[in-house]
Protein backbone atom coordinates (compact mmCIF):
# COMPACT_ATOMS: atom_id res chain seq x y z
CA UNK A 1 0.00 0.00 0.00
CA UNK A 2 1.07 3.65 -0.90
CA UNK A 3 2.30 5.58 1.69
CA UNK A 4 3.09 9.52 2.06
CA UNK A 5 5.09 10.98 5.30
CA UNK A 6 7.54 13.47 6.44
CA UNK A 7 10.97 14.05 7.87
CA UNK A 8 13.39 16.51 8.54
CA UNK A 9 16.43 17.66 9.42
CA UNK A 10 18.13 20.83 11.21
CA UNK A 11 21.04 22.54 9.67
CA UNK A 12 24.22 23.73 11.28
CA UNK A 13 23.23 27.44 10.56
CA UNK A 14 20.45 26.57 12.66
CA UNK A 15 21.91 25.33 15.68
CA UNK A 16 24.82 27.96 15.74
CA UNK A 17 22.06 30.24 15.93
CA UNK A 18 19.74 28.51 18.70
CA UNK A 19 22.39 26.92 21.06
CA UNK A 20 25.47 29.26 19.97
CA UNK A 21 28.07 26.46 18.89
CA UNK A 22 30.66 26.36 16.57
CA UNK A 23 31.35 24.00 14.61
CA UNK A 24 35.24 24.08 13.82
CA UNK A 25 37.79 21.53 13.07
CA UNK A 26 38.04 19.67 16.23
CA UNK A 27 34.05 19.03 15.35
CA UNK A 28 35.00 16.82 12.16
CA UNK A 29 37.87 15.05 13.00
CA UNK A 30 37.25 14.45 17.13
CA UNK A 31 34.90 11.73 17.62
CA UNK A 32 34.15 12.63 20.96
CA UNK A 33 33.54 16.30 20.47
CA UNK A 34 31.59 15.42 17.93
CA UNK A 35 29.35 13.32 19.58
CA UNK A 36 28.83 15.55 22.38
CA UNK A 37 27.43 18.06 20.27
CA UNK A 38 25.26 15.78 17.94
CA UNK A 39 23.60 14.78 20.85
CA UNK A 40 23.09 18.38 22.28
CA UNK A 41 21.79 19.24 19.48
CA UNK A 42 19.54 16.20 18.71
CA UNK A 43 18.19 16.80 22.35
CA UNK A 44 17.03 20.66 21.40
CA UNK A 45 15.56 19.04 18.23
CA UNK A 46 13.35 16.53 20.91
CA UNK A 47 12.73 19.55 23.06
CA UNK A 48 11.53 21.85 21.30
CA UNK A 49 9.92 20.01 17.53
CA UNK A 50 8.01 17.08 19.46
CA UNK A 51 5.85 14.85 17.42
CA UNK A 52 7.62 16.41 14.29
CA UNK A 53 10.19 13.39 13.04
CA UNK A 54 12.80 16.40 12.99
CA UNK A 55 16.16 15.76 14.00
CA UNK A 56 20.33 17.10 13.59
CA UNK A 57 21.79 15.54 10.08
CA UNK A 58 23.34 16.87 7.01
CA UNK A 59 20.59 17.60 4.26
CA UNK A 60 18.69 14.65 3.14
CA UNK A 61 21.50 12.38 4.11
CA UNK A 62 20.65 11.39 7.68
CA UNK A 63 17.33 9.30 8.78
CA UNK A 64 15.29 9.94 11.41
CA UNK A 65 14.31 6.54 11.52
CA UNK A 66 17.83 5.04 11.83
CA UNK A 67 19.50 6.95 14.19
CA UNK A 68 19.82 7.03 18.09
CA UNK A 69 22.16 8.06 20.74
CA UNK A 70 24.39 5.42 20.51
CA UNK A 71 25.85 6.26 17.22
CA UNK A 72 29.05 8.64 17.08
CA UNK A 73 29.88 10.08 13.90
CA UNK A 74 33.41 9.38 12.67
CA UNK A 75 34.62 11.87 9.88
CA UNK A 76 31.05 13.18 9.11
CA UNK A 77 32.08 15.46 5.92
CA UNK A 78 30.67 15.94 2.82
CA UNK A 79 32.04 13.30 0.75
CA UNK A 80 33.12 15.12 -2.07
CA UNK A 81 35.02 16.84 0.86
CA UNK A 82 37.02 13.40 1.60
CA UNK A 83 37.83 12.77 -1.87
CA UNK A 84 39.11 16.42 -2.33
CA UNK A 85 40.92 16.46 0.38
CA UNK A 86 42.88 13.12 -0.30
CA UNK A 87 43.50 14.49 -3.76
CA UNK A 88 45.59 17.73 -1.73
CA UNK A 89 42.65 20.49 -1.30
CA UNK A 90 42.63 21.91 2.03
CA UNK A 91 39.72 21.83 4.75
CA UNK A 92 37.65 24.99 4.91
CA UNK A 93 35.78 25.14 8.52
CA UNK A 94 33.01 27.57 9.01
CA UNK A 95 31.55 27.63 12.31
CA UNK A 96 27.85 28.10 11.42
CA UNK A 97 27.68 27.39 7.99
CA UNK A 98 28.74 23.33 6.54
CA UNK A 99 32.23 22.86 5.48
CA UNK A 100 34.06 23.27 2.71
CA UNK A 101 37.48 22.77 0.91
CA UNK A 102 39.78 24.98 -1.17
CA UNK A 103 39.14 24.70 -5.37
CA UNK A 104 40.73 23.50 -7.97
CA UNK A 105 42.25 20.15 -6.16
CA UNK A 106 42.06 18.68 -10.11
CA UNK A 107 43.03 22.08 -11.72
CA UNK A 108 45.43 20.80 -14.64
CA UNK A 109 45.81 17.32 -14.17
CA UNK A 110 45.20 14.92 -16.78
CA UNK A 111 42.99 11.86 -15.76
CA UNK A 112 46.04 9.54 -16.35
CA UNK A 113 47.89 11.61 -13.45
CA UNK A 114 45.34 10.54 -10.82
CA UNK A 115 46.38 8.31 -8.50
CA UNK A 116 44.64 4.51 -8.07
CA UNK A 117 41.95 4.88 -6.60
CA UNK A 118 42.54 2.25 -4.19
CA UNK A 119 46.23 3.77 -3.46
CA UNK A 120 43.56 5.98 -1.18
CA UNK A 121 43.35 3.75 1.46
CA UNK A 122 46.96 5.14 2.49
CA UNK A 123 46.09 8.64 3.16
CA UNK A 124 46.71 9.74 6.51
CA UNK A 125 43.39 11.00 6.93
CA UNK A 126 41.35 7.68 6.25
CA UNK A 127 43.95 5.90 7.75
CA UNK A 128 43.13 8.66 10.74
CA UNK A 129 39.64 7.94 10.28
CA UNK A 130 40.24 3.93 10.57
CA UNK A 131 41.60 4.35 13.48
CA UNK A 132 39.19 6.46 15.26
CA UNK A 133 36.46 3.44 13.89
CA UNK A 134 39.01 1.13 15.45
CA UNK A 135 39.01 3.24 18.91
CA UNK A 136 35.23 3.29 19.08
CA UNK A 137 34.65 -0.56 18.34
CA UNK A 138 37.02 -1.59 21.11
CA UNK A 139 35.68 0.64 24.26
CA UNK A 140 33.20 -1.61 25.34
CA UNK A 141 32.62 1.01 28.22
CA UNK A 142 31.13 3.33 26.71
CA UNK A 143 29.00 0.79 23.84
CA UNK A 144 28.96 2.99 21.04
CA UNK A 145 28.50 2.35 16.99
CA UNK A 146 31.03 4.20 14.94
CA UNK A 147 29.33 5.39 12.12
CA UNK A 148 32.22 5.63 9.58
CA UNK A 149 32.61 8.22 6.65
CA UNK A 150 30.06 8.22 3.81
CA UNK A 151 27.47 7.07 6.02
CA UNK A 152 25.02 9.05 8.20
CA UNK A 153 23.28 6.41 10.34
CA UNK A 154 23.21 2.68 11.13
CA UNK A 155 20.84 1.87 7.81
CA UNK A 156 23.55 1.32 5.53
CA UNK A 157 22.51 3.77 3.53
CA UNK A 158 26.03 5.10 2.19
CA UNK A 159 26.14 8.67 0.56
CA UNK A 160 28.38 10.05 -2.28
CA UNK A 161 27.88 13.42 -4.43
CA UNK A 162 27.77 12.57 -7.93
CA UNK A 163 30.02 12.26 -10.64
CA UNK A 164 29.46 15.84 -12.02
CA UNK A 165 28.85 17.10 -8.78
CA UNK A 166 31.92 16.24 -7.92
CA UNK A 167 34.07 17.03 -11.29
CA UNK A 168 32.68 21.02 -10.79
CA UNK A 169 33.93 21.18 -7.33
CA UNK A 170 37.55 19.62 -8.16
CA UNK A 171 37.27 21.81 -11.46
CA UNK A 172 35.21 24.59 -11.31
CA UNK A 173 32.96 25.48 -14.11
CA UNK A 174 35.34 24.41 -16.93
CA UNK A 175 33.94 20.84 -16.64
CA UNK A 176 30.76 22.39 -18.17
CA UNK A 177 32.69 23.34 -20.94
CA UNK A 178 34.89 20.63 -20.98
CA UNK A 179 32.30 17.88 -21.75
CA UNK A 180 31.85 19.44 -25.12
CA UNK A 181 34.66 20.20 -25.91
CA UNK A 182 36.66 17.04 -24.41
CA UNK A 183 34.50 14.61 -24.00
CA UNK A 184 37.40 11.78 -23.49
CA UNK A 185 39.04 13.34 -20.48
CA UNK A 186 35.87 14.27 -19.10
CA UNK A 187 34.28 10.63 -19.53
CA UNK A 188 37.54 9.36 -17.84
CA UNK A 189 37.43 11.59 -14.70
CA UNK A 190 34.27 11.11 -14.05
CA UNK A 191 35.02 7.48 -14.16
CA UNK A 192 37.57 7.74 -11.96
CA UNK A 193 35.66 9.63 -9.45
CA UNK A 194 33.35 7.04 -9.40
CA UNK A 195 35.60 4.47 -8.70
CA UNK A 196 37.15 6.51 -5.90
CA UNK A 197 33.71 6.63 -4.16
CA UNK A 198 33.37 2.37 -4.57
CA UNK A 199 36.61 2.00 -3.21
CA UNK A 200 36.54 4.28 -0.08
CA UNK A 201 32.74 3.23 0.70
CA UNK A 202 33.53 -0.61 0.47
CA UNK A 203 36.81 0.12 2.91
CA UNK A 204 34.50 2.13 5.58
CA UNK A 205 31.51 -0.32 5.12
CA UNK A 206 33.95 -3.13 5.89
CA UNK A 207 35.85 -1.43 8.93
CA UNK A 208 32.91 -0.22 10.38
CA UNK A 209 31.22 -3.88 9.98
CA UNK A 210 28.37 -1.87 8.49
CA UNK A 211 26.62 -3.39 5.12
CA UNK A 212 25.95 -1.02 1.85
CA UNK A 213 22.13 -1.31 1.79
CA UNK A 214 22.02 1.40 -0.31
CA UNK A 215 23.68 4.94 -2.20
CA UNK A 216 22.75 8.08 -1.93
CA UNK A 217 24.04 10.12 -4.94
CA UNK A 218 23.52 13.56 -4.35
CA UNK A 219 24.18 14.86 -8.21
CA UNK A 220 22.96 18.94 -6.80
CA UNK A 221 25.16 19.78 -10.83
CA UNK A 222 22.72 17.78 -13.21
CA UNK A 223 20.28 20.49 -13.99
CA UNK A 224 22.95 22.55 -14.97
CA UNK A 225 23.60 20.50 -18.19
CA UNK A 226 21.56 19.01 -20.97
CA UNK A 227 19.87 15.77 -20.53
CA UNK A 228 21.85 14.56 -23.27
CA UNK A 229 24.84 14.98 -21.13
CA UNK A 230 23.42 13.63 -18.39
CA UNK A 231 23.27 10.20 -20.45
CA UNK A 232 26.20 10.68 -21.62
CA UNK A 233 28.98 10.87 -18.37
CA UNK A 234 26.58 10.76 -15.40
CA UNK A 235 24.51 7.71 -16.38
CA UNK A 236 27.60 5.24 -17.09
CA UNK A 237 28.98 6.34 -14.16
CA UNK A 238 26.39 6.20 -11.69
CA UNK A 239 25.07 3.05 -12.67
CA UNK A 240 28.60 1.29 -11.91
CA UNK A 241 28.42 2.52 -8.88
CA UNK A 242 24.11 1.02 -8.65
CA UNK A 243 26.16 -2.29 -9.87
CA UNK A 244 29.17 -2.30 -7.83
CA UNK A 245 27.34 -0.38 -4.33
CA UNK A 246 23.71 -1.12 -4.37
CA UNK A 247 20.46 0.74 -5.02
CA UNK A 248 20.45 4.05 -6.06
CA UNK A 249 18.89 7.05 -4.62
CA UNK A 250 19.34 9.40 -6.82
CA UNK A 251 19.18 13.16 -5.67
CA UNK A 252 18.97 16.58 -8.11
CA UNK A 253 18.04 19.53 -6.12
CA UNK A 254 17.45 22.11 -9.21
CA UNK A 255 14.29 22.06 -11.87
CA UNK A 256 14.75 18.41 -13.22
CA UNK A 257 11.76 17.66 -15.10
CA UNK A 258 13.58 17.30 -18.27
CA UNK A 259 16.53 15.12 -16.91
CA UNK A 260 13.65 12.65 -15.71
CA UNK A 261 14.39 10.42 -19.13
CA UNK A 262 18.10 10.12 -18.45
CA UNK A 263 17.72 9.64 -14.81
CA UNK A 264 15.59 6.87 -15.50
CA UNK A 265 18.47 4.80 -17.07
CA UNK A 266 20.53 4.56 -14.36
CA UNK A 267 20.95 0.97 -13.39
CA UNK A 268 19.95 -0.31 -9.88
CA UNK A 269 17.84 2.97 -9.64
CA UNK A 270 15.90 2.47 -6.65
CA UNK A 271 14.27 6.05 -5.46
CA UNK A 272 14.66 9.50 -6.36
CA UNK A 273 15.09 13.14 -4.02
CA UNK A 274 13.93 15.77 -6.23
CA UNK A 275 13.46 19.25 -5.88
CA UNK A 276 10.09 21.18 -5.06
CA UNK A 277 9.63 22.39 -8.76
CA UNK A 278 10.60 19.28 -10.76
CA UNK A 279 7.74 17.27 -11.84
CA UNK A 280 6.34 14.04 -9.93
CA UNK A 281 4.06 13.62 -12.43
CA UNK A 282 6.67 12.99 -15.03
CA UNK A 283 8.56 11.07 -12.56
CA UNK A 284 5.50 8.79 -11.92
CA UNK A 285 5.02 8.40 -15.81
CA UNK A 286 8.30 7.24 -16.06
CA UNK A 287 8.86 5.21 -13.10
CA UNK A 288 5.35 4.08 -11.75
CA UNK A 289 3.73 4.40 -8.84
CA UNK A 290 6.11 1.85 -6.25
CA UNK A 291 9.31 3.43 -6.54
CA UNK A 292 9.61 6.04 -4.01
CA UNK A 293 10.09 9.82 -4.52
CA UNK A 294 11.08 12.26 -2.04
CA UNK A 295 9.99 15.99 -2.89
CA UNK A 296 11.55 18.81 -0.67
CA UNK A 297 9.42 22.38 -0.50
CA UNK A 298 11.23 25.04 -2.36
CA UNK A 299 13.62 27.34 0.02
CA UNK A 300 10.98 30.40 -1.10
CA UNK A 301 7.97 28.81 0.29
CA UNK A 302 10.37 27.58 3.73
CA UNK A 303 11.16 31.30 4.06
CA UNK A 304 7.91 32.99 3.73
CA UNK A 305 5.91 34.35 5.98
CA UNK A 306 2.76 33.24 4.82
CA UNK A 307 1.91 28.91 5.25
CA UNK A 308 -0.23 29.55 1.47
CA UNK A 309 2.22 29.50 -0.87
CA UNK A 310 4.02 25.78 0.85
CA UNK A 311 0.49 24.00 1.31
CA UNK A 312 -0.71 25.20 -2.29
CA UNK A 313 2.57 23.29 -3.25
CA UNK A 314 2.26 20.43 -1.27
CA UNK A 315 -1.50 20.00 -2.10
CA UNK A 316 -0.40 20.27 -6.33
CA UNK A 317 2.63 17.82 -5.72
CA UNK A 318 0.11 15.48 -3.90
CA UNK A 319 -2.35 15.25 -6.62
CA UNK A 320 1.04 14.60 -9.53
CA UNK A 321 1.86 11.55 -7.14
CA UNK A 322 -1.52 9.88 -7.85
CA UNK A 323 -1.01 7.35 -4.91
CA UNK A 324 2.55 6.74 -4.75
CA UNK A 325 5.04 6.32 -2.51
CA UNK A 326 6.39 9.66 -1.22
CA UNK A 327 8.15 11.59 1.72
CA UNK A 328 8.10 14.78 1.72
CA UNK A 329 11.88 16.03 3.05
CA UNK A 330 13.25 19.18 4.47
CA UNK A 331 16.31 20.71 5.89
CA UNK A 332 15.78 23.90 8.58
CA UNK A 333 18.22 26.73 7.46
CA UNK A 334 18.80 29.72 9.44
CA UNK A 335 16.01 32.30 8.38
CA UNK A 336 13.39 29.80 7.54
CA UNK A 337 9.71 30.23 9.40
CA UNK A 338 8.88 27.10 11.04
CA UNK A 339 5.26 28.17 10.57
CA UNK A 340 5.62 26.59 7.26
CA UNK A 341 7.30 23.28 8.31
CA UNK A 342 4.25 22.90 10.73
CA UNK A 343 1.99 23.31 8.47
CA UNK A 344 3.15 21.10 6.29
CA UNK A 345 3.83 19.08 8.80
CA UNK A 346 -0.12 18.86 9.91
CA UNK A 347 -1.38 18.48 6.04
CA UNK A 348 0.80 15.38 5.59
CA UNK A 349 -0.74 13.92 8.78
CA UNK A 350 -4.36 15.05 7.46
CA UNK A 351 -4.02 12.67 4.60
CA UNK A 352 -6.05 9.55 3.47
CA UNK A 353 -2.52 7.93 2.66
CA UNK A 354 -0.40 8.94 5.64
CA UNK A 355 2.22 6.68 6.84
CA UNK A 356 3.19 9.46 9.49
CA UNK A 357 3.95 8.84 13.04
CA UNK A 358 5.09 10.85 15.91
Known amino acids: MSQISISGTLSKGWMAKALGLAFDRDYYFDPDRRYVIDC ?10 TGMRL ?22 IQPNLILGMCLGADFVPQDDLDADITPGCLAGRAPGDLPEPESLLGNEMIKRFDEQIRRVQGDSRRSLRPIPPFFWDASGRAAIHGVLTTAQKFLGETILLDMMAEPRRSAELMGWIGEAYIVLV ?7 DLPV ?7 CSSCMVSPQLIETFVMPATSKIGEQLGPIRFHSCGPSTRHLQAISKIKNLCSLDLGGDTSVKRARELLGNEMLISASPLPQDLSATSTEPILRWAEQLVGENAGGNMEFVYHVEADYNMD ?15 GQTC
Open 340 to 354: TICALTDFVKRLPDS
Open 213 to 219: TGIHVGE
Open 202 to 208: RHFSQAA
Open 40 to 49: RCNEYAAEHF
Open 55 to 76: FYSESNLGQFHHWDKSQVQIGG
